[in-house]
């Protein structure tokens, strides 16, 4: 699996628990399902824009406003050197003399969202300083400067090949009482290789979640073969059992239609537990 898709897969993986939750909205590897009707409100409740919030604690201003705009190599692989570059700009109303900047990147590689989204808006995470300048300009109020610092790749802290992944670097500048922060993420490709590993999908079939309908069964069964599939069922979604066919014709003189009804459902119901898992 190509590195450059492992951050991808990371922040993901709040996608493909809302799909699981979504029931019928999984589309299995193989043949493409069509959505059945009794999976409309599912489907528009997973299709909802999620929070923003994984970036929302990566700057921060106190007078004095970091702007990461350029790290170059995003995806860090052989090369020699980091460049981080941006802009700092006084937002307070005095003048702010000599700003020091610190570059700093992250010592370990974050495996999940959530621990993801804790590195970026931590006041003080897990990071070690590699590089430090001083401004050699008096920022005036309103006023900004440019800043690069570019940095060897030896001076990283990397570590061992196996803990490729995605790093957070931090541009801090501070002067007098104003202080002010960016963060931001690049890659750490080691070309490391590694093996697949099997993904299961828990699938909720409820009374919560279920209309009925030709169309829902054909999707219900689809998941069923699926192999990496599991339907999690609720024995209220299933047709209740009926009489045989002749007897019940014979004692109530119900019409062909329901006699063809319910040999349906005996049929879909034996389908289904000879398919699921």
Sequence with gaps: MPRTHVLTRILGAAALTAACAAGFALTPTGPALAAPEAAHSLQAAAEEPASASLFAG???????????????????TSEN???????????????LPAPVLELSVGA??????????SELSSPSPWEVTVSTQVLGTQL??????????????????????????PRTLTVSG????????????????????????R?????????????????????????????????????????APRAGAD???AQSGRSR?????????AQFVDSLYGAAS
């Design 58 to 76: 990566a700057a921060q201003s106190n007078g004095l406003e970091v702007s990461i705009d350029e790290v170059a190599p995003r995806i860090l």
């Design 81 to 95: 050197e980091l460049l981080v570059a941006g802009t700092v700009k006084n937002t307070g109303s005095s003048a």
């Design 108 to 117: 370990w590689t974050p495996v999940s969202a959530a621990a993801l989204e």
């Design 140 to 165: 005036e109020p309103g006023a900004e400067s440019p800043f690069e610092f570019r940095v060897p790749i030896d001076y990283l802290p990397l570590g061992f090949p196996a803990s490729w992944g």
């Design 174 to 197: 501070s002067s007098q009482d104003a202080s002010g922060r960016d963060r931001s993420l690049l890659i750490w490709d080691t070309s490391q290789p590694i093996e697949q590993t």
């Design 199 to 239: 993904v299961n999908a828990l699938i909720p079939w409820t009374s919560q979640n279920t209309r009925g309908g030709e169309a829902e069964r054909r999707a219900v069964l689809q998941i069923a073969k699926t192999p990496g599939a599991t339907l999690a069922m609720d024995a209220r979604v299933l047709p």
């Design 247 to 249: 007897e019940e014709n």
């Design 257 to 265: 239609a329901e006699a063809e009804d319910a040999a349906n459902d």
